[in-house]
């Protein structure tokens, strides 16, 4: 069993950064694959980003590659989406989720957090 929290979302300017963080409860966080997802408003939700068990690989939706970044820290079990450049389409809420194997699909995933809100203002 593991538990999700989410943290660090808010209210920022086009052009600016945020940081996510997401704190794991539990001794088995390192076994898992940690992904971050998005929800806008009247949107189906979306896969962002999933880093492997030790960090080793990553991998990104197009839409985010290159202003986003993926990271863990297995000593804290927490994970972590540093957020740059960030636009008004990148306004939703933000979700952790752990699955045992890197993937693309919610189905995969088998523990949610309560999603973190972030607003992007033009």
């Known amino acids: 069993q593991v538990q999700l929290v989410e943290s660090g979302g808010g209210l920022v300017q086009a052009g600016g950064s945020l940081r996510l963080s997401c704190a794991a409860s539990g001794r088995t966080f390192s076994r898992y694959t940690m992904g971050w997802f998005r929800q806008a408003l009247g949107k189906e939700r979306e896969f962002v980003a999933w880093?492997?068990?030790?960090?080793?690989?990553?991998y990104y939706a197009d839409s985010v590659k290159g202003r986003f970044t993926i990271s863990r820290d297995n000593a804290k079990n927490t994970v972590y989406l540093q957020m740059n450049s960030l636009r008004p389409e990148d306004t939703a809420v933000y979700y952790c989720a752990a699955g045992p194997a890197p993937s693309t699909t919610l189905s995969a995933y088998d523990y949610w957090g309560q999603g973190t809100q972030v607003t992007v203002s033009s």
């Open positions: 880093i492997s068990w030790n960090g080793g690989r990553t």
